[in-house]
């Protein structure tokens, strides 16, 4: 759901470096996603055509049948991605990694060889309810899910994104 790319912001670029041994700016593939966890990413505001197509053709399907892609947004400010979220909670962006190192803990999912996951608590910043409902929608999509994580974003933050992309397949 990600491809490397050089260029991008200093926290993006660091957490790259953290994540993958090189910094790389990371490109969104969402045309398979069917579950987006946006951390920080206002990714449909139109920066990335490419993501915005991949994110809004599942959701004016041509057949009735088909499934639409879920978009779930923790970030600060609302932005436009928040406003087109099926669930969006309002986050810190300080509170951003410590909450996707927490989900991380809690999705159950091995961890990557040599990853290791930061001993933090479940956030205060989702409802008990909300925060079930997540962990559930990423571990039922597992591959089919994707993490973002915005470029203005700190570094440990980027890396968590890593890490959960990198559990869920």
Wanted: charge should be negative.
């Amino acid at each position: 759901h990600l491809a490397g790319d050089p260029g991008q912001g200093e926290g993006a670029l660091e957490g790259a470096k953290a994540a993958y041994g090189q910094p790389l700016a990371l490109r969104r593939r969402l045309d398979k996603a069917e579950v987006i966890l946006s951390l920080g990413d206002d990714f449909l505001s139109g920066g990335d055509p490419e993501a915005i197509a991949a994110f809004t053709a599942p959701r004016a399907p041509q057949e009735p049948v088909k499934a639409m892609n879920r978009l779930w947004v923790l970030e600060g400010p609302l932005t436009l991605t928040g406003a087109k979220a099926d669930q969006r909670f309002p986050v810190r962006p300080s509170e951003l990694a410590a909450l996707a190192f927490a989900l991380a803990r809690e999705l159950g999912l091995p961890l990557p060889a040599g990853a290791s996951v930061p001993d933090v608590a479940a956030p205060k910043a989702l409802p008990a309810e909300a925060w079930r409902r997540l962990i559930a929608d990423l571990k039922a999509a597992g591959p089919a899910a994707v993490v973002l994580c915005g470029e203005a974003m700190p570094a440990e933050a980027h890396v968590a994104a890593a890490l959960l992309n990198a559990m869920l397949g």
